[in-house]
């Protein structure tokens, strides 16, 4: 089967227009609400999440139908978690979690994805991103719970961002053409 790298029109719309949203949720909540970051890594952490959602909607939104009920919820539950971080920027242990909830939801998605655009590689790997994502979640907040939540945050920060350069550039997750590839 002869493979494309091309996104539907309305992924790249929603995809643009979800991350423009959400940057400027992120300049509103910080200069008209005053909530500051507790530190620069949740800050960073949060850009690098935009950044990483822009390029998983151009990519899933154009392989899943676009009025899928059940992935319209789990998108929905995903947007509460994305608009919520900046509002517990103030609060280490609160952001951290609502990370972890993030990541438990968008692999929960994925997961249940797979009935309605067969598995594949892109799945796979995508399921594999978020699942890790989990368990660097986890161990941050087991780190601020033990009293060092500047350092766990400083180094998850930074793991997340070496994760962005490899997924996003390094070894390109965000493919379709990983869609309609054989797996394995």
């Known amino acids: ?35 500051n ?4 890594s949740l800050s960073i952490f949060y850009l ?12 899933f939104a154009t392989i899943t139908p676009k009025d899928h009920f059940g992935q319209k919820i789990w998108d929905i539950l995903l ?3 994305l608009v919520s971080l900046p509002l517990v920027f103030s609060s280490t242990i609160d952001f951290v979690s609502i990370a972890l909830v993030l990541f438990v939801v968008a692999s929960l998605k994925y997961i249940f994805l797979i009935p309605v655009v067969n598995f ?17 979640c986890t161990l941050c907040l087991l780190g601020v719970i033990g009293g060092f ?7 998850w920060t930074s793991i997340f961002f070496l994760a962005n350069v490899y997924v996003l550039w390094y070894e390109p997750l965000y493919r379709v053409e990983h869609h309609f590839e054989g797996f394995l």
Request: contains cysteine.
């Open 1 to 35: 089967m002869k493979t494309t790298n091309k996104f539907a029109s309305h992924a790249l719309t929603r995809a643009w227009s979800v991350s423009i949203f959400f940057l400027l949720w992120f300049f509103l909540v910080i200069f008209f609400f005053k909530i």
């Open 37 to 40: 970051p507790e530190s620069l």
């Open 48 to 59: 690098l999440l935009i950044i990483n959602t822009f390029f998983s909607i151009r990519t």
């Open 79 to 81: 947007i509460l978690c």
């Open 120 to 136: 594949s590689r892109l799945l796979f790997y995508k399921i594999r991103i978020d699942t890790l994502g989990i368990l660097l």
């Open 149 to 155: 939540p500047r350092a766990s945050t400083d180094i």
